[in-house]
């Protein structure tokens, strides 16, 4: 190894990493002016003059790394220096900082603050925020941000100085590079947009932008006095759809970041610094930068204003216990019986689980909240409907479920009846030309005035029977021929006598077993008749509703009309008694079939879940009644 060779080390080192972020400040309301113009107009390629420093050149440099907002433009009116708007206030109390709001009281105008100068009467040099609302030759106007709203409100002197407007705004004209890299903060810039029209007076150039301490890296803790949602992002050159984010931009609130800063360009004296508060009247010019400022060669890290970082080892994790993240979380909103509503926040993991929904509430709306929630548009929203149905809307979808179950038994059957093979004295299967079906839950397919219509249809199980007749016989005891039985009310059972299983002779205090219900009143109700034995046989009842046609013998007024409805003595009056199905896989389903009383059987329609339901001998009896037609 000769004494002129060069040895290249790298080498890996642990370091703590806790507070030793580096901070990012905000420089609101900076801004440069431009004054040269090109002696060859520019557009992609340099011109005589340094590219990027005149007023005609399609691409203006800022100078500086890291912007974070482009806020307004302006080309002068003449050969002067271009001015931002300003107010001329007759207040000497009235104070602001550079990027404070303020707001007209009567023309609802907005702006930021870009300057305060003077005294009664102050001037204050702005930026509008609403280009489309102005401020008034007549109102006050506000500063929103200061917290001293008593020593920040003056009056615009109308007819004196007013609202002062020097230059044009040509903000619209311009896009924005904020000169963020894939591997480092570059010089900021201005591209005019295409087809907007070349400015030929001095610009000033208004704009926010970051400037950073020393430190190891960049994280959420850097952008102090900055809320979350206004972090900057940044979307690179180059996106891998399978990458960590696949939708090309990175949030910078949620990313450790060693991209370093480049430094300040050189002008002829001394360096490009924009970073103090800037007084309209004499803003840095980067007419007077020296180098080529678009150059990769011209930025530098180790000139005046390069923050640096040492990059992490490739292939290495970060091990360390001082970084926090959020994990996403599902809640639900409730209203409770006392009408009040209720936030149920559910636990933070990698995969949350929503809730419990508290009992005696509406479950309203449940919400994922996904983890580094910017915004409110990034909470997904489930709403849940619960709608309020009245008795007659409960009556309409009972009667379009009871008309829906009649079509599906019927397709059923078509279907059936369709695929049954009818074969010719020869072997050779006939074509059916058409077919009908009866699920027989009613009489809308028999002819109910055909004089040998005599059957009865189970309305339950969907089966065709002969017609019935039904009467009451009443049964009275015979004491004198009767002996060996005992009878206790209304009921006769063989002899039995009482025994006590469990005798409790002792009681502290008397328990009712129903504390709530309160005789208030003692009296004696007196029925006559003292029970109603059976419903009336001699007139039939008016109908007000058929389902299924069950009742069109009633409506069409069939002798013995009430035969023709099977099993109408339990449906219509001592009541089905509880049966039990097995159905697979092992569930059991308890039907509790309640008596309807009353005279009148049309109201006493009842809809039972699984009627009709897998009975082969019932299907067996509805292929009998398909009839064929040739």
Not at 127 to 153: A, C, M, Q, R, W
Not at 294 to 321: I, M, R
Not at 359 to 371: E, F, G, K, R
Not at 593 to 599: F, K, T, V
């Amino acid at each position: 190894m000769e004494a002129s060779d060069a040895v290249k080390v790298i080498y890996a080192v642990q370091k703590p990493v806790v507070d030793l972020h580096a901070v990012k400040t905000i420089n609101r309301s900076r801004g440069v002016k431009v004054t040269t113009t090109a002696s060859t107009n520019a557009t992609g390629s340099a011109s005589g003059e340094v590219y990027g420093t005149n007023i005609n050149d399609e691409i203006i440099t800022l100078g500086v790394p890291d912007v974070y907002a482009l806020r307004a433009v302006y080309e002068s009116n003449d050969t002067t220096d271009a001015l931002p708007p300003s107010l001329s206030l007759d207040s000497s109390t009235f104070a602001g900082d550079p990027g404070d709001k303020i707001t007209g009281g009567t023309s609802g105008a907005v702006a930021k603050i870009i300057q305060v100068t003077g005294s009664d009467p102050t001037t204050v040099y702005f930026y509008y925020v609403t280009t489309d609302i102005l401020f008034s030759g007549t109102e006050t106007v506000t500063n929103e941000t200061s917290t001293s709203t008593s020593t920040n409100t003056g009056a615009i002197v109308a007819g004196v100085t007013g609202i002062t407007v020097d230059s044009k705004d040509i903000s619209g004209s311009w896009l924005l590079d904020d000169g963020q890299r894939d591997g480092y903060y570059g010089h900021a810039s201005i591209k005019r947009r295409p087809g907007a029209p070349t400015p030929g007076n001095s610009l000033l150039i208004i704009f926010d932008y970051f400037t950073a301490g020393s430190g190891n890296f960049f994280t959420v803790n850097s952008y102090s006095g900055m809320n979350y949602e206004n972090i900057p992002t940044y979307v690179p050159n180059i996106i891998d759809p399978s990458g960590l984010e696949p939708d090309g931009e990175f949030e910078l609130a949620d990313a450790v970041d060693y991209r370093s800063y480049v430094g300040r360009l050189a002008k002829s004296s001394g360096t490009h610094d924009p970073s103090g508060a800037l007084d309209p009247t004499a803003a840095a010019d980067v007419s007077l930068i020296v180098p080529q400022p678009l150059a990769y060669t011209s930025s530098s890290f180790h000139t005046t204003g390069a923050v640096t970082f040492d990059l992490p080892k490739s292939g290495q994790s970060l091990t360390t216990t001082a970084l926090s993240h959020y994990l996403p979380r599902i809640d639900k909103i409730a209203l409770s019986s006392d009408s009040q509503f209720m936030v149920i926040k559910g636990e933070p993991a990698d995969e949350p689980a929503a809730p419990a929904t508290p009992a005696n509430s509406i479950l309203l709306h449940t919400l994922y909240l996904p983890p580094y929630t910017t915004n409110l548009t990034k909470v997904s929203v489930q709403s849940h409907d619960h709608k309020r149905f009245t008795m007659k809307e409960i009556g309409r979808i009972q009667g379009r479920v009871k008309n829906l179950e009649r079509v599906t038994s019927l397709n059923a059957l078509e279907q059936e009846t369709n695929l049954t093979s009818i074969r010719d004295s020869e072997g050779i299967e006939r074509f059916k030309s058409g077919f009908v079906t009866d699920n027989f839950r009613g009489h809308k397919i028999g002819d109910v005035n055909h004089p040998d219509y005599k059957i009865g249809v189970d309305r339950t199980t969907g089966t065709l029977r002969p017609m019935h007749y039904s009467r009451f016989v009443d049964i009275s005891l015979n004491t004198g021929a009767s002996g060996n039985y005992q009878k206790t009310g209304d009921l006769i059972t063989l002899p039995y006598t009482e025994e006590a299983y469990v005798t409790v002779d002792k009681a502290s205090t008397t328990e009712y077993v129903n504390p709530y219900d309160i005789v208030i009143f003692n009296g004696t109700v007196t029925l006559s008749p003292s029970r109603d034995l059976w419903f009336d046989t001699q007139r039939l009842p008016s109908v007000r509703r058929t389902i299924e046609g069950d009742y069109d013998t009633v409506l069409k007024g069939v002798g013995n009309a009430l035969g023709t409805v099977w099993n109408n003595w339990q449906t219509d009056w001592v009541g089905e008694p509880v049966t039990t199905v097995e159905q697979p896989p092992n569930r059991t389903v308890t039907r509790n079939r309640r008596a309807q009383w009353g005279a009148n059987p049309r109201g006493r329609q009842k809809s039972f879940p699984g009627r009709g339901g897998g009975n082969k001998s019932v299907w067996n009896m509805h292929s009998m009644r398909a009839f064929e037609t040739r």
